[in-house]
């Protein structure tokens, strides 16, 4: 599943990401998504991802949608100087999951915040819920 490595990117950012990332370009949504490009590579066989789709009433940051409904969507937002479940309850609030209408299997909401003072990521993940 890929949810497990956005979990573990977020975590290894903490640890090792400035070998990654340039010191320069480090405390920007861009950079983070570049990580989440790089956990992707991984799942590519899996996965189809798409960067700011619209959605709802905005644009999604990244939508993974699986080859196989055995694996679950992911609706992806990514924040900086916010909170991880704040970018969830974005997610809810402008209803992102939308634009997976036709898509039956499970959906997680995964919000990824960089805390640029302590220079750490949070990550929640939720199952999406359908009315």
């Known amino acids: 599943m890929l949810a497990q490595p956005f979990v573990v990117c977020a ?3 903490n640890r ?3 070998a ?12 983070l998504g570049s990580v989440i490009q790089f956990a992707y590579i991984s799942s590519r066989d899996q996965y189809m991802m798409q960067q700011e789709v619209p959605a709802g009433t905005g644009y999604a940051d990244i939508v993974l949608i699986p ?5 679950p969507a992911i609706v992806l937002e990514l924040k ?10 974005q997610i809810r609030e402008k ?10 299997g499970d959906i997680l909401l995964v919000g990824i915040n960089y805390d640029s003072a302590s220079k750490h990521h949070t990550c929640a993940i939720e199952k999406h819920v359908r009315n």
């Not at 080859?67 to 694996?71: F, G, I, P, Q, S």
């Not at 900086?80 to 309850?89: V, Y």
């Not at 209803?95 to 039956?104: C, E, K, M, R």
């Open 16 to 18: 090792g990401g400035d």
């Open 67 to 71: 080859v196989n409904a055995d694996k």
């Open 80 to 89: 900086k100087d916010r909170s991880a479940s704040g970018a969830i309850e």
């Open 11 to 13: 975590s290894n950012r």
């Open 20 to 31: 990654v990332i340039p010191p320069l370009f480090y405390n920007n949504e861009q950079a």
């Open 95 to 104: 209803n992102y999951t939308q634009v997976l209408s036709d898509y039956y």
